[in-house]
Every structure is written in C-alpha cells, then in structure tokens.
C-alpha cells in the first residue's frame, strides 16, 4: 500500500464511450502524475500537476483531459479514444519541493479500447 | 529518442546468485537516479536512488553503482531471491526537470529457486 489508490482498476470501454479515471493520495503530496505504460516501453510521463495547477503537457492528445480538483485528487477523463490508446495508466505523486524525486505510485488502470 | 536505456529486456539467475541490472543515460545534467520495482497487477515502487555526488548506495540486499564519466548505472542485488522476480525500472532527473522523471523500459528479472 504506498497511499496512492486509483479507480477503477480495469476498464474496457468503446471508442465512442467517455469514461473517467480517478485516483487519490493520502500522502499530503503537492505534486501528481498521470503515466502511460505500454508494453516493453518507458513509462510515459502525460501530465504533471503541482499545487492544482497544471505545469506539464507532454503533448498529449485533447482526447485525454485531466483535471485536479484538489492536491489529494487527480482525475483523467477520456472520450473517443483509440484502440492503441489500450495500455496502464499509473497516477503517481510526490512532495512538490525541489529535489524530492521520488515519486509514489498507484497501482494502476488496465485500458483496454474496443 | 530515449534519454535512458535498460538494453537487456530480461535476466534470469539462479536463487542466491548476484542479479546485476543495468543501465544507460544519455543526458549528462542528470544528477539523480533511481530504481523501481514492479510487481504485476501493482504500480511501481521505490526501490534505491543516488545522487551523481556519490557512486555507491547500499541498502541491504541492494546496491547501486554509479559511473558517471560511462553514463552507467547498475543495481546489484545480493543474494537474490525468487521474491525479487519482477519489472526494474531505471529513472533519472536533474533540477531542471525539477520532479519528473525519465524511465527506461525496464528489465524483467526472474530469480529461480
């Protein structure tokens, strides 16, 4: 248990589907992540949020929109993905001072598109 | 173009053994490393790290080296266990990436009893 919980934890959705991944953390953390994991590649940084505002787009498409309502809570919602958008989607978080590079993580949402 | 490689997708060794994983950067202003361990179904978790002003860090069973002048950077694992058998991811940072991370592709260890 590393304090960063996310849901659901599969999901499967249709191409013409909007669903939503949440995920929270209990670490008092300022800082949160969303990842790609696709099969045998790096992890893929998509979006960093630190204090709520977003400070990093990692050239993601518009049909991944994140939000962050709070420190604690980061949310991706997805609407009219593509098949090769099927991968695990890992929220991550951290403090947000300089030098504090370990970063938590949840334990991920398997996508799959149909 | 990946900044940090792990060119050995898997390993195999035998329980008790040495485990050696590697890794490569590319970009020299990296001056933090760290490795993470990934079991399936669970996301990665903090393993050991190491700042470019050391070249050695040991916790335990684990240990990373650090060469900065070959941009390398290994965990040695001793005596390996077959709970240790999982995903090993390499990341790096430096303070202009302020707190993200890079991450190599990883390597699939599998420790036989």
Request: glycine share 6%; with cysteine.
């Amino acid at each position: 248990e590393t304090g960063v919980t996310q849901t659901p934890r599969h999901l499967v959705m249709g191409m013409t589907n909007k669903k939503s991944l949440k995920c929270e953390q209990h670490l008092g953390h300022n800082a949160m992540y969303w990842y790609k994991q696709s099969a045998k590649k790096p992890l893929e940084l998509m979006f960093v949020y630190n204090f709520k505002e977003q400070t990093e787009n990692n050239s993601v498409p518009s049909r991944f929109s994140p939000e962050c309502p709070n420190s604690s809570h980061l949310f991706l919602h997805l609407h009219t993905l593509q098949p090769e958008d099927s991968a695990l989607y890992l929220c991550a978080s951290s403090p947000s001072r300089l030098g504090a590079y370990e970063q938590y993580f949840g334990p991920g949402t398997r996508l799959t598109v149909t | 173009d990946q900044q940090v490689k792990q060119n050995s997708p898997s390993l195999s060794v035998q329980e008790g053994r040495i485990s050696i994983l590697n890794c490569d950067y590319t970009n020299s202003m990296f001056d933090y490393f760290l490795w993470y361990k990934k079991y399936p179904a669970e996301g990665p978790t903090f393993l050991i790290s190491i700042s470019s002003i050391k070249d050695k860090n040991e916790d335990g069973r684990f240990t990373v080296f650090l060469n900065k002048s070959a941009k390398h950077l290994s965990l040695h694992i001793v005596p390996s266990q077959p709970g240790d058998s999982a995903v090993y991811f390499c990341a790096a940072s430096d303070m202009e990436y302020g707190n993200k991370l890079v991450f190599g592709a990883g390597t699939i260890l599998r420790v036989k009893s």
